[in-house]
């Protein structure tokens, strides 16, 4: 979406690189290794060090929602969104943020506002066939087993590789 959109520099941490390029990710970089670490693989891919004035963290909880934030500019405003939003981030673990940044809870649900949800979802069908966007990769498993979940939920808990699952019940 974001390709979509016409951001230019889209820097996804973590993933498969060849997978999250074809979405439209620009650069891909290893989320192992700690943040300062992860933080320096960002600041490599920037167009400048001091760049980046938006994140999107779609997945980490409070604790460490601050990568996103250590990785925005320090001397011009940053914005981070998130999809998780459950409580205040402890800035007190952002660092040098001379310019201030700001933190927008994102609530992705077409009912609440359909006059700009509509246009969209009548375009989708359309953005498919081309190509334009592509759904995530997802295997469908017949049956709400332990067979068919379980090893899901383990490679959640172990910090594995996870294709999206969809569970027929």
Known sequence: MAKLAGIGNII???????ELKSYGATHVVDRHGGEKVVLERIAKVLPAPDDLIYAFDTINP???QTLGLNALSSTKKGKLARLIPLGPVDESKVVGKKAGFEIIDVFGSSQW???LAYP????????LTSGVIK???????????????NPVLDAYRDGKPVKKTHIHI
């Open 135 to 149: 759904p995530l990769g997802f295997i469908v498993k017949e049956g709400l087993t332990p067979e068919n979940v």
């Open 62 to 64: 409070v604790a460490t």
């Open 113 to 115: 506002k359909p006059e």
């Open 12 to 18: 996804v941490v973590g993933g498969p690189e060849q």
């Open 120 to 127: 969209f979802w009548e375009k989708v069908p359309a953005y």
